[in-house]
C-alpha cells in the first residue's frame, strides 16, 4: 500500500514538472514571437525611412519637409540601431544594409543643412531589398513562434485535461471500489440475517468433519459447544435409531449437485420431526471450502403426505381400505403366507340386485345398506384376514393362513351367512340382499394381479348359476373367460352389414294355427370365430356397451326387410317384433332414432311391435315407461318379453303401456316337468297359465307363451286362454326367403289358417 503511494506521489511530481517545462516553453516561443514582430516592424520603419531620405537626397529637400521636422525624424530613425531589425540578414548582408543606410543618413543630414550633396554613388535598390528581405523573414519567424507557442499552450492544456480526467477516473474507480466494498458488505449482513431469520440451518463442515459455519437456527437442533465432536456425530445423535445408519452415509457422501433425503430427527426439546437434509460438496469453492449442509423441517409436508394417502387408500363411507391398496396388501398377504407355509387367498363379493334397491329407495339408503352390510362382513372376518371396499357394491377379502381351497370356500360361505337376516332401512322398512362370492386361492406362480383377475371370473360364474353362492375359481373358468374376451374382441371390429342378418320365426293363434306375426332373430357368423349363439354374444354386447349399435343395426335390417316384402305384395298385415335392451332405452336418442328409421323406409308403426324385457321396464324409474308410451302413442306396439323369469309381477307392470306379454319358456318348462311329477294329464289346462291370462286381461294384453315344442302344451296352452305360441312345434327361425314364402301361403290359405305341420317344416 506504501509502495502504491509512493507511485502516485512520483507520478503526480512527473506530471508537474512537464507541465511547468511546457508553460516555461510556451513562455518562450511567445516571447520570441513579440521580438520577432519588433524586428519586422522596425525593419519596415527603416525601410520607409531610407525611401523617404533617399528621395530627398535624389530630388532636393522641399519645405514641408523643412519645416515639419519630419526629414531630421527619418533621419533620427535610420541612425538607430539596426540590429535587431537586420538579425534575419547574413552578416555580410547586415554590414552592407547598415552601410548603406548610414551613407543614406549622411546625404539626407548635409541636404537639410543645406550643404550640397552628391547624386551618384547609392544603391537605393538594393537597399530596399535588404530591408524587404529582413522584414518578411522577421514576419515569418513572428508567425512560427506564435505558433510553437500556440502549440506548447494546447500540449499544456492537453496535458492538463488528460491529468485531470485520469484523476477523475481514478476517483471513480476509488468510489466505485469503496461503494462495491460496501454494497458486498451489506449483501454479507443481509444474507446472514436472512440465513439467521430462515428456519432452516446451515452446515458448513470441512472435510476433516470440523464446523465452520452454524446459522443460527442450529441452534434448536444442535448444542453449541466449543469443543463438542465432530458436527456429523452431533446429527448422528439428533437421528433416530432407524435411521442413524442410513445419515451416516447420506452425509459421508456429498455431491456437487447435492443429494437430498428424508430424515426423522429430535431436536434439543425431544420434538421428534421429519427434516429433509441436502450435503452439497464445495470444497472446491473458495469462499466455502467445505461441504454445505441444509437441513430443512418437513415435518408438516410428511404429515399432509400422510394424510392425504390415507384418505386417497381409504373409502370414505365404510373407512375400510380401498381397491389402492389392494396390491400392496397383497404381497403383504403372500409373505405371510410364504413365512407360515400356509396359503393366501382373495374373494370378491359383490352384492345382487343391490342396483334396483338403490335406484329405488335412494342414493342415501344405499349408501345405509352398504355401510351395514360392512359392519356384518366384518364381525364374519377369521384371523388376519383384510376386508376391502373395492367400489359400487363390491367386496374384497383378503384371506391369511388358509390351508385349502375348500376352507376358502367355507370362509366365504361363512360371509354370505351375514345376508341371512334382511336389512332395515330408513328406520322401518326391511331389504333383503344376496350376494355372490367369487374365490381364488394363491398358487406358487401367481401374482396379485392374477388372483384379483380369477377371483373376478369365479365372481361371475357364481352370478351365471343365479347368485347367493360362493364359487372357486378352475382354470376352465378362465378359459371361458378368455373365449369371451375373444368374442368381445370380434364383436367390437365386426363388419355388420357383412357378419349379421336376420332369421324369423313365426307366432300363430293358438285357436285358428294362423300366423299372426313374425319375431325377427339376430344371428352373427364371424369369419375368425364362425358361427356365435346369440345367447353368447348379446349378454357380451350389453356388458362391452356395444348392444345399443347392434339394436340401430337391427331396427334398419327389419325396416328394410318389411319394406321388401311390402314392394313384394306380401300381406301387408303381419307385424315383426324385434328385441330392445335396457340401455337403448335408457340412450336419449331412441325414440326419436325408431321414429326416423320407420319413416325413412316408409313403414307404418303398427307393423313394429318393440320388444322389451319386464326388468328394463321395472328398473330405470319411469324412464323407459315414457319413452316407450311416446312411442306407442305414434302407433308402435309393445311387447313385455321374458315374462316369469324375474322377480316382478304383473301388478308391477299396471302402469307400463303394452300390447301383449310373452311368457318366458322357462316357466312354460317348469310347469311342464311340476304337471309330469304329479301324473296329470298333459293336455288339460293350467292353473298358472290361466291366472296369467286373467290377469293380464285387466290390463287387454293378450299372452304369447313361448318354447312350445310338442302337441300337449300346444293343447294344453290353448285350453288355458292363452292366445299366441311361438316355439319350434309351430316354425323354427327361417330365412328372409323362407319367411316370404311362409307369408304368402299364409295368405293364400286365409280363412282357414295355415297347417301346423306346414310351419314346422
Known amino acids: 500500500m506504501k509502495r502504491l503511494q509512493t507511485h502516485r506521489k512520483l507520478g503526480a511530481l512527473v506530471v508537474a514538472a512537464t507541465l511547468l517545462g511546457l508553460v516555461v516553453v510556451a513562455g518562450y516561443f511567445v516571447v520570441e514571437a513579440f521580438e520577432e514582430r519588433d524586428a519586422a516592424d522596425h525593419a519596415a520603419d527603416l525601410q520607409v525611412a531610407a525611401l523617404n531620405v533617399s528621395a530627398m537626397t535624389l530630388n532636393g529637400a522641399n519645405d514641408s519637409a523643412l519645416e515639419g521636422g519630419v526629414g531630421w525624424a527619418w533621419i533620427a530613425e535610420l541612425r538607430s540601431d539596426p540590429t535587431n531589425a537586420l538579425h534575419s540578414l547574413s552578416v555580410d548582408e547586415a554590414a552592407a544594409t547598415v552601410s548603406e543606410l548610414d551613407t543614406i543618413a549622411n546625404h539626407g543630414e548635409m541636404l537639410l543643412r543645406g550643404e550640397p550633396v552628391a547624386r551618384s554613388g547609392h544603391r537605393h535598390e538594393e537597399l530596399q531589398g535588404f530591408l524587404a528581405e529582413a522584414v518578411e523573414r522577421s514576419a515569418d519567424d513572428a508567425v512560427l513562434a506564435r505558433r510553437q507557442a500556440y502549440g506548447a499552450v494546447g500540449t499544456v492544456l492537453a496535458v492538463m485535461i488528460a491529468f485531470c480526467i485520469g484523476m477523475l477516473r481514478r476517483r471513480y474507480r476509488r468510489q466505485a471500489v469503496v461503494a462495491g466494498q460496501q454494497a458486498q458488505a451489506h449483501e454479507g449482513k443481509r444474507l446472514q440475517r436472512l440465513l439467521n431469520d430462515s428456519p432452516d440451518i446451515f452446515l458448513v463442515i470441512d472435510p476433516a468433519g470440523r464446523s465452520t459455519y452454524e446459522s443460527a437456527s442450529a441452534a434448536r437442533l444442535l448444542r453449541d459447544e466449543s469443543n463438542a465432536d465432530r458436527l456429523v456425530d452431533r446429527l448422528l445423535a439428533r437421528a433416530s435409531e432407524r435411521d442413524r445408519d442410513r445419515l451416516g452415509k447420506h452425509l459421508g457422501a456429498p455431491s456437487v449437485a447435492g443429494e437430498t433425503a428424508v430424515f426423522q430427527l429430535t431436536d434439543l426439546e425431544g420434538n421428534s420431526g421429519w427434516f429433509n437434509i441436502r450435503v452439497s460438496d464445495l470444497t472446491a469453492d473458495d469462499l466455502v471450502a467445505g461441504h454445505l449442509i441444509t437441513v430443512s423441517e418437513i415435518s408438516r409436508e410428511v404429515e399432509l403426505q400422510n394424510e392425504l394417502?390415507?384418505?386417497?387408500?381409504?373409502?370414505?363411507?365404510?373407512?375400510?381400505?380401498?381397491?389402492?391398496?389392494?396390491?400392496?396388501?397383497?404381497?403383504?398377504?403372500?409373505?405371510?403366507?410364504?413365512?407360515?407355509?400356509?396359503?393366501?387367498?382373495?374373494?370378491?363379493?359383490?352384492?345382487?340386485?343391490?342396483?334396483?334397491?338403490?335406484?329405488?329407495?335412494?342414493?342415501?339408503?344405499?349408501?345405509?345398506?352398504?355401510?351395514?352390510?360392512?359392519?356384518?362382513?366384518?364381525?364374519?372376518?377369521?384371523?388376519?384376514?383384510?376386508?376391502?371396499?373395492?367400489?359400487?357394491?363390491?367386496?374384497?377379502?383378503?384371506?391369511?393362513?388358509?390351508?385349502?381351497?375348500?376352507?376358502?370356500?367355507?370362509?366365504?360361505?361363512?360371509?354370505?351367512?351375514?345376508?341371512?337376516?334382511?336389512?332395515?332401512?330408513?328406520?322401518?322398512?326391511?331389504?333383503?340382499?344376496?350376494?355372490?362370492?367369487?374365490?381364488?386361492?394363491?398358487?406358487?406362480?401367481?401374482?396379485?394381479?392374477?388372483?384379483?383377475?380369477?377371483?373376478?371370473?369365479?365372481?361371475?360364474?357364481?352370478?351365471?348359476?343365479?347368485?347367493?353362492?360362493?364359487?372357486?375359481?378352475?382354470?376352465?373358468?378362465?378359459?371361458?373367460?378368455?373365449?369371451?374376451?375373444?368374442?368381445?374382441?370380434?364383436?367390437?371390429?365386426?363388419?355388420?352389414?357383412?357378419?349379421?342378418?336376420?332369421?324369423?320365426?313365426?307366432?300363430?293363434?293358438?285357436?285358428?294355427?294362423?300366423?299372426?306375426?313374425?319375431?325377427?332373430?339376430?344371428?352373427?357368423?364371424?369369419?375368425?370365430?364362425?358361427?356365435?349363439?346369440?345367447?353368447?354374444?348379446?349378454?357380451?354386447?350389453?356388458?362391452?356397451?356395444?348392444?345399443?349399435?347392434?339394436?340401430?343395426?337391427?331396427?334398419?335390417?327389419?325396416?328394410?326387410?318389411?319394406?321388401?316384402?311390402?314392394?313384394?305384395?306380401?300381406?301387408?298385415?303381419?307385424?315383426?317384433?324385434?328385441?330392445?335392451?335396457?340401455?337403448?332405452?335408457?340412450?336419449?336418442?331412441?325414440?326419436?332414432?325408431?321414429?326416423?328409421?320407420?319413416?325413412?323406409?316408409?313403414?307404418?308403426?303398427?307393423?313394429?311391435?318393440?320388444?322389451?324385457?319386464?326388468?328394463?321396464?321395472?328398473?330405470?324409474?319411469?324412464?323407459?315407461?315414457?319413452?316407450?308410451?311416446?312411442?306407442?302413442?305414434?302407433?308402435?306396439?309393445?311387447?313385455?318379453?321374458?315374462?316369469?323369469?324375474?322377480?316382478?309381477?304383473?301388478?308391477?307392470?299396471?302402469?307400463?303401456?303394452?300390447?301383449?306379454?310373452?311368457?318366458?319358456?322357462?316357466?312354460?318348462?317348469?310347469?311342464?316337468?311340476?304337471?309330469?311329477?304329479?301324473?296329470?294329464?298333459?293336455?288339460?289346462?293350467?292353473?298358472v297359465m290361466e291366472a296369467v291370462v286373467s290377469i293380464a286381461g285387466v290390463l287387454g294384453a293378450p299372452v304369447v307363451a313361448e318354447g312350445v315344442e310338442t302337441e300337449d302344451q300346444l293343447a294344453s296352452l290353448a285350453a288355458s286362454g292363452i292366445t299366441y305360441i311361438q316355439g319350434y312345434y309351430t316354425g323354427r327361425p327361417m330365412e328372409p326367403e323362407q319367411a316370404a314364402e311362409l307369408l304368402k301361403l299364409a295368405g293364400d290359405a286365409r280363412p282357414s289358417g295355415l297347417p301346423i305341420d306346414r310351419l314346422a317344416a
Open 309 to 687: 394417502r390415507t384418505q386417497a387408500e381409504t373409502d370414505h363411507l365404510t373407512d375400510l381400505p380401498n381397491r389402492r391398496t389392494l396390491d400392496s396388501s397383497l404381497e403383504v398377504a403372500a409373505e405371510l403366507a410364504r413365512t407360515s407355509a400356509s396359503l393366501a387367498a382373495f374373494a370378491i363379493l359383490d352384492l345382487d340386485g343391490f342396483k334396483e334397491i338403490n335406484d329405488s329407495l335412494g342414493h342415501q339408503a344405499g349408501d345405509e345398506i352398504l355401510m351395514k352390510a360392512t359392519q356384518r362382513l366384518a364381525t364374519a372376518l377369521q384371523g388376519a384376514d383384510i376386508l376391502l371396499r373395492l367400489g359400487g357394491d363390491e367386496f374384497g377379502v383378503i384371506m391369511i393362513g388358509v390351508s385349502s381351497a375348500d376352507e376358502a370356500l367355507g370362509r366365504s360361505r361363512h360371509l354370505l351367512s351375514v345376508f341371512d337376516e334382511p336389512f332395515q332401512v330408513q328406520n322401518h322398512r326391511l331389504e333383503l340382499l344376496r350376494a355372490s362370492v367369487g374365490v381364488a386361492v394363491a398358487d406358487p406362480a401367481d401374482s396379485g394381479e392374477d388372483l384379483v383377475i380369477h377371483a373376478d371370473i369365479a365372481m361371475y360364474q357364481a352370478k351365471r348359476t343365479g347368485g347367493s353362492t360362493a364359487v372357486v375359481f378352475e382354470s376352465f373358468m378362465e378359459d371361458e373367460a378368455s373365449a369371451n374376451a375373444s368374442v368381445t374382441r370380434a364383436l367390437r371390429s365386426a363388419d355388420y352389414d357383412e357378419e349379421f342378418h336376420l332369421v324369423f320365426q313365426p307366432i300363430v293363434d293358438a285357436t285358428s294355427r294362423e300366423v299372426a306375426s313374425l319375431e325377427a332373430l339376430l344371428r352373427w357368423e364371424s369369419p375368425l370365430l364362425g358361427r356365435v349363439g346369440p345367447d353368447v354374444f348379446i349378454p357380451l354386447a350389453e356388458k362391452a356397451g356395444e348392444i345399443c349399435r347392434i339394436g340401430g343395426w337391427v331396427l334398419h335390417a327389419v325396416c328394410a326387410q318389411l319394406s321388401h316384402w311390402m314392394q313384394s305384395g306380401l300381406d301387408d298385415s303381419v307385424t315383426v317384433s324385434f328385441n330392445v335392451s335396457a340401455r337403448q332405452l335408457s340412450d336419449d336418442r331412441f325414440v326419436s332414432e325408431v321414429l326416423s328409421t320407420a319413416k325413412a323406409w316408409d313403414i307404418p308403426p303398427g307393423r313394429l311391435v318393440i320388444e322389451v324385457t319386464e326388468s328394463s321396464v321395472i328398473e330405470d324409474d319411469g324412464v323407459a315407461t315414457g319413452r316407450l308410451s311416446e312411442l306407442r302413442a305414434a302407433g308402435f306396439k309393445v311387447s313385455i318379453d321374458d315374462f316369469g323369469s324375474g322377480y316382478s309381477n304383473l301388478g308391477q307392470l299396471l302402469h307400463v303401456p303394452l300390447d301383449n306379454i310373452k311368457v318366458d319358456r322357462s316357466l312354460l318348462l317348469t310347469l311342464s316337468d311340476m304337471r309330469d311329477a304329479m301324473g296329470g294329464d298333459p293336455t288339460m289346462a293350467c292353473s
